[in-house]
């Protein structure tokens, strides 16, 4: 079982930088891919980024060259780096792990969740 806390959403304006955090309970986050999704009103929850194990990351083309992930394994937390936010990002973003050897952009192929956080982009 893992437990997923998300931090770091907050408003901010348009060109704006954020860092999100995702803090996993337990002591094999290393073995997990993690993912972030984001939700906005009225949408689908949209894949925005994972990184592997080995720490092999992939980016939809939407946020690909503005956005980072990054893990760091002795501390179980995942992070998502936003540069250049733009007010279609304003969403609640997740975290997500999956128990699994690939990444996959599909949500239904993580199995925990964190309860998200909002990010607000005003233009």
């Known amino acids: 079982q893992v437990q997923l806390v998300e931090s770091g959403g907050g408003l901010v304006q348009a060109g704006g930088s954020l860092r999100l955090s995702c803090l996993a309970s337990g002591r094999t986050f290393s073995r997990y891919v993690m993912g972030w999704f984001r939700q906005a009103p009225g949408k689908e929850r949209e894949f925005v980024s994972a990184?592997?194990?080995?720490?092999?990351?992939f980016y939809p083309d939407s946020v690909k060259g503005r956005f980072t992930i990054s893990r760091d394994n002795a501390k179980n937390t995942v992070y998502l780096q936003m540069n250049s936010l733009k007010p279609e990002d304003t969403a609640v973003y997740y975290c997500?792990?999956?128990?699994?050897?690939?990444?996959?952009?599909?949500?239904?192929?993580?199995?925990?969740w964190g309860q998200g956080t909002q990010v607000t982009v005003s233009s």
């Open positions: 990184i592997t194990r080995r720490s092999n990351t």
């Open positions: 997500a792990a999956s128990d699994s050897s690939v990444y996959y952009s599909d949500p239904i192929r993580y199995d925990y």
